[in-house]
């Protein structure tokens, strides 16, 4: 519902305003988050039966064709940042790093599908679908890129160095066999 009427020229100006500024704080929000809220095998980010392990994302959205298309906004924060588009180091700390970061990752993004609502304060009830639409066209391929990357990247770990702590707590019971544990 439409509380603020501005001219045309200044609604378009703040709806470029709002999503300029937004989500960059939400991004500064979760940079601040602490570590634990990202542990790869907390409900949120671990990957869950139905997620086949990632596998669900290639085959519905064939992820690997275009992921490497997506920006990598970890290196836009140069002392807090991690740059996520290519692993180059295979090290223990260095793969849980990512494995961390890919769920703040995600998390932002998922953040940054909420201003939308926003534009219902001062721009027509119809450019409120448009914002979503666009928040949603934005946000859910990174999301995707997330959430096919992490599990990958855990089996690796998992394979490199299989006596590291927590090693077994990423993935949910599989439905397919059980023999997954949380």
Not at 26 to 35: G, N
Not at 60 to 67: N, S
Not at 97 to 110: C, D, K, M, V
Not at 117 to 129: D, E, K, N, Q
Request: hydrophobic residues 45%.
């Amino acid at each position: 519902m439409q509380i603020f009427f501005f001219r045309s020229f200044l609604t378009v100006a703040l709806s470029f305003v709002v999503w300029a500024v937004v989500p960059l704080l939400f991004a500064l929000v979760c940079l601040r988050l602490p570590e634990r809220w990202f542990e790869p095998g907390r409900f949120f980010w671990r990957a869950h039966a139905w997620e086949r392990e990632g596998r669900i994302y290639e085959n519905l959205f064939h992820v690997r064709r275009w992921k490497h298309l997506l920006p990598d906004g970890g290196g836009a924060w140069k002392k807090r940042g991690y740059r996520k588009r290519n692993l180059t180091d295979y090290s223990e700390e260095n793969l849980r790093r990512f494995l961390l970061e890919s769920a703040r990752g995600e998390l932002t993004h998922w953040l940054g599908i909420t201003p939308f609502w926003l534009f219902g304060l001062f721009a027509p009830g119809y450019v409120v679908w448009i914002m979503l639409a666009y928040a949603l066209a934005v946000n859910l391929p990174c999301i995707v890129a997330q959430r096919y990357n992490r599990p990958r990247v855990f089996m690796l770990l998992r394979r490199l160095y299989p006596n590291a702590p927590e090693s077994s707590t990423f993935f949910s019971p599989s439905s397919e066999d059980g023999s997954r544990l949380r």
